[in-house]
Nanobody, 118 residues
Framework: QVQLVESGGGLVQPGGSLRLSCAAS????????MGWYRQAPGKQRELIAAITDGGITIYPDSVKGRFTISRDNAKNTVYLQMNSLKPEDTADYYC????????????WGQGTQVTVSS
């Protein structure tokens, strides 16, 4: 059983920064892809950053240049550094892990709220 625990959300002013963390626990030998999604009220959940086990990263244009994803494979942890935050970044942020030990399954964190407001 894989569990994901997120931390780092909160309230920040426009232009500020936050760092989200997500630690995966369980009998883990390998993780294919780790990523972050977000869901704002009334909107669909969207991918905002992902990183493969080889270190390849992807971002949508809406966050490119402002958000940086990284991972620590020794700790089975993924991070999301968010800079130059905007009010439209306000959402619930969810950690996602795909394919633990080559099981080709998706795992989700419980979500952490990020509010960007003055």
């Amino acid at each position: 059983q894989v569990q994901l625990v997120e931390s780092g959300g909160g309230l920040v002013q426009p232009g500020g920064s936050l760092r989200l963390s997500c630690a995966a626990s369980g009998s883990i030998l390998s993780i294919d892809r780790m990523g972050w999604y977000r869901q704002a009220p009334g909107k669909q959940r969207e991918l905002i950053a992902a990183i493969t086990d080889g270190g390849i990263t992807i971002y949508p244009d809406s966050v490119k240049g402002r958000f940086t994803i990284s991972r620590d494979n020794a700790k089975n942890t993924v991070y999301l550094q968010m800079n130059s935050l905007k009010p439209e970044d306000t959402a619930d942020y969810y950690c996602n892990v795909y394919s633990v030990n080559s099981d080709y399954l998706d795992y989700w964190g419980q979500g952490t709220q990020v509010t960007v407001s003055s």
